[in-house]
């Protein structure tokens, strides 16, 4: 048999594939040895207490212990005595079995020479713990028989280690008597519900759970085996059999624990057994003893079957201690007492300090506000997070036990946050999109426009410089006059739609200039006549320097092109509001009125070369591709905002530039 030490093994691991992000684990550890990275749950075995309330409140079983069920099989098959010693709550997880000697004898079934209860052990145990209460007036004592309870106190409450009473437990004691009955090289090997047994004492060969007892039944089909039914072997127990139960070690040393005179303090489960430690540290209840337990009694414990019922369990236990009673040799039992009176029940603890040093105020205020708890009033303390208090899952982020993640409110926010930035990213990328989709169009019409204005410019030149001659040759009363003005006319029509489409086709460069801006402004209302029935604003109030770099000639004809399609939007008479403002980027030129505005059907086409929504001879469906193009040119941007509908506002169309207001280099 391999050399072991029950004292370093790691009792409970992570199944990671079943892990969720829930941190039950977490909250229900009263040692907060569970470490989270990346949302996964890890235990940090030098930190863990054995206490096994992680396994039995993960829904998603991903939580398992140390199972110690082949080398149990292994130790059965050496040579050796084989001594089981069951523990006194058995009645409450094989409840099935209603003949307590029908359940002896399957385990003796299994290869085991010797089968004895536990309960003795806890007579011999509860007997010496009553002379510590009765003798020791001064001095008050923390009960050691759940190794969970010890080991949390040797762990983070290192100061309170000499108050553990110097008691083994009922399975060291009992450890004590077979060996004491039957020699030291034995096998002894302990069943129970407990999963921190598996690394109390080096005097128990090895340790099997309950639910580790009942898989080897159902492997080796022992509940349909039909078996000889058999007692427990010497020494019988007598009132030790309750001591599973809740106060079941004052029960078993018949100690008095009335509110009005008993000198006990009972707590049990995570929460009550560390307030109970905490106030006896603190000296508010040194006055007292204390009879702790790390879960709610033995017949619920971690190595127990899952979902039973606590209170169903309870009437087992009794039930079977009452039918014990009844048949109970109280001479025999005495007699047994008195042979293993003597049995050294002596135990030493030591200090094996875990706490965790508390982190500086500025650490920790530096994480509450990484999580936007920036006063009292955001501390929610909602527990959501597996820590009773925002404060302290701060610290273990500190520490690297924890991640901002695991703070509800906080991630629900950041989500949100999220999908606010999400939504902002998808209209830009639409906005994008449809930039990109525009620029594609102008780009191919702008090529198309440059090669049509390259083949019509020389023909048309040809042309009016012809017509022109021919119109001075002719006298002015002559019938060829007219036609002769009217070709002239009409050609330097087409001559100005030429010289448009080569500005859209950026056939033309930009010359930056320092401009006024109030000046521009002058200049392109100037360039338009605006009749009286059009109120006319201009707002620069918000406009930080009058001189930009831009091109004074262009930005002049996109302006004055705008200022013209707004007074032609308002047949009737409106507003015409031209604003100018700057920022650190830009400078935004806003034209807007209070016209007819443009159907959204139209609104893609507007800046199309030869797409104009006036009549046939009105507009050459230049002006806004013109405009584009030199804004394009400036590397600025143009859009366009219209109502068409009254009953969703006032009607108008408004024309937002902007031009960067640095030259780029």
């Known amino acids: 048999m391999e050399a072991h030490s029950n004292k370093k093994r790691d009792l409970v691991y992570t199944i990671k594939n079943r ?70 709550s058995f009645p409450a997880e094989f409840s099935e079995i209603t003949n307590y000697r029908l359940f002896v004898s399957k385990v003796r079934a299994l290869g085991f020479d010797v089968v004895s209860e536990v309960a003795f052990g806890a007579d011999l145990v509860a007997r010496k713990y009553k002379e510590l209460v009765q003798k020791n007036n001064n001095k008050r004592f923390i009960s050691s028989d759940c190794p969970a309870i010890v080991d949390y106190i040797e762990k983070y409450h290192p100061g309170l280690v000499s108050n553990l009473a110097p008691v083994a437990s009922p399975m060291v004691a009992m450890a004590r008597v077979m060996k004491e009955k039957y020699g030291e090289d034995n096998n002894i090997i302990f069943i129970g519900p407990c999963i921190a047994k598996k690394s109390e004492s080096e005097e128990v060969t090895e340790m099997l759970t309950f639910r580790e007892l009942r898989e080897i039944f159902e492997e080796n089909k022992m509940y349909s085996m039909q078996l000889e039914p058999t007692d427990f072997d010497l020494p019988t127990s007598g009132r030790g059999a309750i001591f599973p139960v809740s106060r079941g070690l004052l029960q078993t040393a018949g100690i008095n624990d009335d509110v009005f005179d008993g000198s006990i303090i009972v707590a049990e489960g995570r929460i009550d057994f560390q307030e109970a430690i905490k106030e006896f540290e603190s000296g508010k209840i040194t006055s007292r003893h204390l009879e702790l337990l790390c879960c709610e009694g033995c017949i619920v414990g971690p190595g127990t079957s899952k979902h039973g019922r606590q209170y169903e369990r309870r009437i087992h236990v009794h039930r079977y201690v009452q039918d014990k009673l009844e048949n109970f040799d109280k001479e025999t039992w005495k007699a047994q007492i008195e042979e293993y009176k003597d049995i050294d029940l002596k135990v030493d603890f030591e200090t094996n300090d875990k706490r965790i040093t508390t982190p500086t105020y500025q650490e920790i205020d530096k994480v509450l506000k990484s999580m936007g708890k920036y006063e009292d009033k955001d501390h929610l303390n909602c527990g959501a997070c597996g820590y009773d208090t925002c404060e302290a899952h701060a610290i273990a982020i500190v520490k690297g036990l924890a991640e901002n993640e695991m703070c509800l409110p906080y991630t629900i926010e950041k989500l949100h946050n999220s999908v606010k930035e999400l939504a902002v990213s998808n209209e830009k990328l639409v906005s994008m999109q449809q930039t990109l989709k525009q620029a594609e169009k102008m780009a191919s019409m702008g090529q198309l426009s440059a090669g049509i204005a390259h083949e019509l410019n020389n023909p048309l030149g040809v042309v009016v410089m012809y017509a022109n001659i021919l119109l001075d040759e002719v006298t002015e009363d002559s019938e060829l006059a007219d036609d002769l003005k009217l070709i002239v006319e009409q050609t330097n029509r087409c001559k100005n739609i030429v010289s448009g489409l080569l500005n859209f086709a950026r056939k033309n460069q930009v010359n930056r200039s320092e401009t006024n801006i109030y000046k521009l402004l002058d200049q392109s209302f100037d360039a338009v006549i605006v009749p009286d029935r059009v109120a006319v604003i201009k707002d620069t109030e918000n406009l930080s320097k009058s001189e930009v770099s831009l091109d004074q000639e262009q930005m002049t004809q996109i302006l004055s092109n705008l200022i013209k399609n707004a007074i032609d939007a308002m047949p009737d008479g409106g507003t015409l509001t031209v604003k100018v403002e700057d920022d650190d980027q830009y400078v935004n030129f806003t034209v807007s009125d209070t016209g007819k505005g443009i159907k959204k059907e139209e609104r893609d086409k507007i800046f199309e070369p030869f797409y104009t929504t006036k009549g046939i001879g009105k507009g050459t469906g230049l002006g806004l591709a013109t405009a584009y193009g030199i804004v394009k040119m400036h590397n600025g941007k143009i859009t366009v905002d219209s109502n068409t509908d009254p009953d969703a506002g006032p009607t108008g169309t408004k024309f937002i530039i902007k031009i960067p207001n640095q030259q780029e280099k």
Not at 49 to 75: H, M, P, W, Y
Request: proline share 3%; aromatic share 4%; net charge positive.
């Open 19 to 88: 892990c969720r992000v829930c941190y039950t684990c977490v909250r229900e550890c009263p040692a907060k040895a569970i470490k989270i990275v990346n949302g996964q749950a890890e235990v940090m075995n030098e930190r863990c207490i054995g206490c096994g309330n992680c396994t039995k409140v993960c829904s998603q079983d991903a939580k398992g212990f140390l199972d110690t069920k082949e080398r149990v099989f292994r130790l059965l098959e050496n040579g050796k005595k084989n001594i089981a010693l069951v523990a006194p």
